[in-house]
Structure formats: structure tokens, C-alpha cells
């Protein structure tokens, strides 16, 4: 039985963790600051990472829920 909440537990931090490898965040960075002018950059950041996590605790879950052998 724990191997079965272990599995879902891993699927549901997977589909997390992939969502929020695409979703990425925003960084603003001052490029120019001269005086009283200031020039700003901003760049969308993503986090590849976060994805690759995400498929490995998704198959490791799968693998788990499909692994385990229910009790007669």
C-alpha cells in the first residue's frame, strides 16, 4: 500500500514540477544607470531542470502504481 501513495505522491510532483519548468518567471536587470536615467532589461527565464524532474517523477510513479501488486 505505501508503494501506491509513493507512486501517486511522485505523479503529482512530477505534473508540478513540469508545469512550472514551462511557466518560467520574469528578471529584470538594470542594463544603464546614469544619473537619474536607468534602462532596464527584462528576460522570461525557464528552468529546464524543473522539467526533467517533473517526467522523472512522473515515470518513476507510473512505474510504481503499475509495480505494485494489490492484496487478495
Do not use: D, F
Not at 519548468?21 to 532589461?41: C, D, F, H, Q, S
Not at 528576460?43 to 494489490?70: F, I, M, Q, W
Amino acid at each position: 500500500m505505501q508503494q501506491r501513495h509513493l507512486g501517486v505522491l511522485l505523479i503529482v510532483l512530477g505534473i508540478v514540477a513540469s508545469a512550472y519548468g514551462l511557466v518560467g518567471y520574469n528578471r529584470e536587470t538594470a542594463v544603464i544607470n546614469v544619473g537619474g536615467y536607468k534602462a532596464t532589461a527584462t528576460e522570461h527565464v525557464t528552468t529546464p531542470l524543473a522539467t526533467v524532474l517533473g517526467v522523472v517523477g512522473l515515470v518513476g510513479g507510473v512505474v510504481l502504481l503499475l509495480g505494485s501488486k494489490p492484496r487478495v
